[in-house]
C-alpha cells in the first residue's frame, strides 16, 4: 500500500543526514543540512511540508548526551515538541544511520533512548530505517543490492533490521539528479505503506508513563543506596540483620537495573557502583561473621581449659570435688 499523506519523524545521532533527509523526502532544500557535519546551530525540531508528508527533524531525540534511561530535559524537551509539530500523530519513525559506518554502541544507546522516550515498540510498529550516504555504497562498485547487503547484516544492526521488518531504505542525499531522488522516495513509500496504524497521543501517554514509573522507581533505590553508603561511611551498621536488610535492597537495585540495561550498556554505570557497594558490605558482613565465630571458639577454648585445669588441680591435691560438694550439703541443712 502507498500512502498518501502522513507525518515523518526524523531521529538518529547528530551529523547521520536528518536534515537532508528531510529535504531529500520533500524534494527541496528547506532544512538546513550542516556541512561540517557538526551540530547545528539551532537544535529544536523543525518542521516541513510538501502538501503531502510533513517531516518533523527531531533533532536531539536519539542523541546520546544525557544519561537518564528516560532521556529526561533535553531530549525529552525535544520529543515533546517534535511530537507537537507531529500534531501528536507519527505515520513513522525515520531513524536515520549513515551507510558505511558501524554499527556502535552509540547508535544502540540512540535506539534505547528512542524507545524509552516514544516506548519498548516503536521501531517494531513505525521505524523505518534511512541509510544516508547511499554514494559510498554505489561507489564500492560491488554488484550486491541494497536489499541482499541488508539481509547479510548481523549483531545489533540485524536485529534492529529484524525489529523494523527489514524496512530499510538507502539515500543519496547528494545526488541532484531528479530520476535518482524520485527512486529513493519511491522506495520509501511502500515501507511507510506497511504500517496501518499511526502513532498517537495513547501510546505517547503509555510511553510517558512507562518512562516516569521507571524514574520514579530508580530514584527511590537510588536514595536507598545512597543511605546504606552514608550508613558503611559512619560505620552505623552493628548487627548482620541490618547488614542482610541493605543487602536484599541493594541487590533488587542492581536487578533493576540489569533489567533495564538490558544489555545496552546504558546503565553500566549505575550497575558498577551498586555491585561496587554490594561487595563492600558483603566483605563487612562476613569479617562480622568471621568475628562472632572466633569470640564463640575463644569461650569454648576458655571453658574447656578452666575445666582440665580444675580437674588437674583435684587429682593433684587428691580430693573428690563431690566430697566438698557433699560436706557443703550437710552444712547447709
Ligand atoms: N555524501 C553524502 N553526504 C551526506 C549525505 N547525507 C547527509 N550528508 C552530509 O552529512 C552532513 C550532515 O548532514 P545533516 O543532514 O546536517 O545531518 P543531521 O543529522 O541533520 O545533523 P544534526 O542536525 O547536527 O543532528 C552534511 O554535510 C550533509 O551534506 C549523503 O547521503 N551523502
Ligand atoms: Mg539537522
Redesign the pocket.
Given at each position: 500500500m502507498v500512502p498518501e499523506s502522513g507525518n515523518l519523524l526524523?531521529a538518529?545521532?547528530?551529523?547521520?543526514?536528518?536534515?537532508?533527509?528531510?529535504?531529500?523526502i520533500l524534494g527541496d532544500e528547506i532544512?538546513?543540512?550542516?556541512?561540517?557535519?557538526?551540530?547545528?546551530e539551532n537544535?529544536s525540531p523543525q518542521k516541513n511540508s510538501n502538501g503531502i508528508f510533513t517531516v518533523v527533524?527531531g533533532?536531539?531525540i536519539g542523541?546520546t548526551g544525557d544519561d537518564s534511561i528516560g532521556g529526561t530535559t533535553a531530549a525529552l524537551a525535544s520529543t515533546n515538541l517534535a511530537f507537537k509539530l507531529c500534531d501528536c500523530v507519527i505515520t513513522a519513525l525515520i531513524f536515520?544511520l549513515?551507510?558505511g559506518v558501524r554499527f556502535t554502541k552509540q547508535e544502540k544507546d540512540a535506539v534505547q533512548r528512542i524507545k524509552s522516550l516514544l516506548g519498548e515498540n516503536i521501531f517494531k510498529t513505525h521505524g523505518v530505517i534511512v541509510m544516508?550516504?547511499?554514494?559510498?555504497f554505489n561507489r564500492s562498485g560491488d554488484s550486491l543490492s541494497f536489499d541482499s547487503w541488508c539481509k547479510q547484516q548481523s549483531g545489533d544492526f540485524k536485529d534492529l533490521l529484524i525489529e523494523c521488518n527489514f524496512r530499510c531504505v538507502l539515500?543519496?542525499?547528494?545526488?541532484k539528479d531528479r530520476t535518482v531522488q524520485e527512486e529513493q522516495r519511491r522506495h520509501l513509500l511502500p515501507c511507510i505503506g506497511q504500517l496501518r496504524t499511526p502513532y498517537t497521543l495513547e501510546d505517547y501517554q503509555k510511553a510517558s508513563v512507562r518512562r516516569e514509573e521507571i524514574d520514579a522507581k530508580l530514584k527511590a533505590f537510588k536514595q536507598r543506596s545512597r543511605q546504606i553508603d552514608d550508613n558503611l561511611t559512619n560505620r552505623s551498621y552493628t548487627s548482620e540483620r541490618e547488614y542482610i536488610g541493605a543487602l536484599n535492597d541493594l541487590r533488587a537495585h542492581l536487578h533493576y537495573l540489569e533489567v533495564l540495561d538490558n544489555y545496552t550498556g546504558l546503565m553500566q554505570d549505575s550497575i558498577d557502583s551498586v555491585k561496587n557497594l554490594i561487595a563492600i558490605l558483603e566483605n563487612e558482613l562476613l569479617a562480622m561473621v568471621a568475628n562472632r565465630r572466633t569470640k564463640k571458639i575463644s569461650w569454648k577454648l576458655i571453658g574447656i581449659l578452666i575445666l582440665v585445669g580444675a580437674t588437674a588441680t583435684f587429682k593433684y591435691f587428691d580430693f573428690n570435688p563431690l566430697d566438698i560438694l557433699f560436706s557443703i550439703l550437710r552444712y547447709a541443712f
Open positions: 526524523l538518529g545521532r547528530t551529523g547521520n543526514g536528518k536534515s537532508s533527509t528531510g529535504n531529500s532544512f538546513t543540512a550542516v556541512s561540517s557535519g557538526g551540530a547545528e537544535n527533524d533533532t536531539g542523541d536515520v549513515k551507510f544516508t550516504y547511499g554514494d559510498n539515500f543519496n542525499n547528494r545526488s
